[in-house]
């Protein structure tokens, strides 16, 4: 055999090859970092700029990328061979998966993809499940962690989701003490806990040890080297999922979450969510403000312009006066635009609703139960307070105040109101970019932004106004 593979722990395997194959690993799974040239450790000449997933010293990398190794061989007509305890199979009878279903006596009947996902996910006991927003991923994290009834860690981005992810648990029917991890919450025995990632960070590598199930929801969100260093730690977690709406279209991302949870599979598309009804349909409106034509400028000093120009921000505000239902206004910069916006609003919306990082998290939650039973609020949110993870149905109409070209944050951000709920069956979106010189950043992030509501099938109108 050319390649021998074998597991080192529930992390890596090795793979014993020559020098000559050990090189060409090396190279096949290495990858440039988007904007590698503005960091300063490429900029001073002490790094490549690339991200090595194979290493030539060790011979290791993650067992999750086996899939790939499969694929290097057969491309190079390597002949490889695989030890059985890398990665093994657990077949799940229907019946079987009919009676664990019924045994949960959950309050609705899961959807056909939702458990053709838990049995993909059983199947292999590891996954990165890639399935939008409002397609239930909560659920399927639930029955799994629920079929394999051992020591589990869910981690979550954002401390507004440990408290959601344990409330729609007790929805589902869980009727034990869950673990909440997060600044200020006692730290107990359970047999769920649900942390975010950057309270589990400091955990100790013994503490770690003891999960046997891991899953990691949102997991695109977790920093690269945080999230390496805590899956790696738990070098005997065997079973592992991750969860995601969104990847951010680079191969070197895609493969680091491959790597550490295991092959991804996608679960459903928007598209079809919208098509079946589970999902509202979504209108895009697509405003290019045109100002008075201006010199070309760095990039930082035209998104300064922007937040500050009173005709601008004028404009934001009295198309939320002019909108039905309740609006969603999402905002980049806190202190240079988001105080701006509310000390505007403040005194024309009756029901305005001010969310950034400063924001305690029994406020946020305690907003979102408001807005629930109001028909005319308006949450003015940070895009990172908001624009993942939130759920929130009785969302009708999305503002993006402040321009963006990144992939997850805009698919996200659009998916705070797909939820239906309460009659509501469509969201409008108002995507509003400006026109400086006409090709200023902001323009062309529009562009990338357009390029994304094509991919997904997203209906979308174009309309110029002058300020």
Known sequence: MDLKISKVNEVFMKISCDDSIAKDL???????????????SYKNRRWDGKVYLFSIKTHKIYIGLLPYIAEFCDERKYTHEVEADVVQKNVM??????????????PFEPRDYQIDAFKKSVEYGRKLLVSPTASGKSLIIYMLTRYYNKKTVVIVPTT??????????????????????????????????????????????????????????????????VLKGILEKMRNTSIRFGTTGTLDGTEVHRLQLEGLFGPASKVVSTS??????????????????????????KYQDEMEYLVSNEKRNDFICNLIYSLKGNTLC?????????????????????????????????????????????????????????????????????????????????????GRG?????????????????????????????????????????????KQFKL
């Open 418 to 462: 797909l939820r239906k709920g309460n009659g509501k069956e469509s969201l409008r979106l108002f995507d509003i970019a400006d026109d400086l010189w006409g090709d200023n950043y902001t323009l062309r992030h529009l562009k990338d932004r357009i390029n994304i509501y094509n991919e997904e099938n997203f209906p979308y109108n174009i």
């Open 160 to 225: 507004s989701l440990v408290e959601q992810m344990a409330k729609d648990f007790v929805e589902y029917g869980y009727d034990k003490k869950i673990c909440k991890i997060y600044s200020g919450q006692p730290v107990f025995d359970s047999e769920i806990t649900i942390t975010t990632w950057q309270s589990l960070s400091k955990a100790p590598v013994d503490v770690l040890q003891k999960f046997e199930v891991v899953v990691g929801d949102e997991a695109h969100l977790f920093k690269a080297n």
């Open 272 to 297: 079809d969510l919208i098509e079946e009804g589970t999902i509202a349909s979504i209108d895009i409106d697509v405003i290019i403000l045109e100002h008075e034509k201006m010199s070309k400028v």
């Open 26 to 40: 090396h190279d096949y799974f290495s990858f440039k970092v988007p904007n590698a040239k503005f960091m300063p």
């Open 93 to 106: 009878s229907e019946d079987e998966l009919v009676e664990f279903i019924e045994s949960l006596h959950l």
């Open 330 to 414: 999402l905002f980049q910069y806190v202190e240079k635009h988001g105080f701006i916006l509310h000390h505007i609003m403040k005194d024309r919306v009756k029901n305005l609703h001010y969310v950034y990082g400063g924001t305690d998290t029994k406020d946020r939650e305690e907003i979102r139960g408001l807005v629930e039973k109001q028909d005319d609020a308006v949450i003015l949110a940070s895009y990172g307070t908001f624009s993942t993870g939130v759920n929130i149905k009785k969302i009708d109409n999305i503002v993006f105040a402040s321009p963006s070209k990144s992939r997850i944050r805009n698919l996200q951000s659009i």
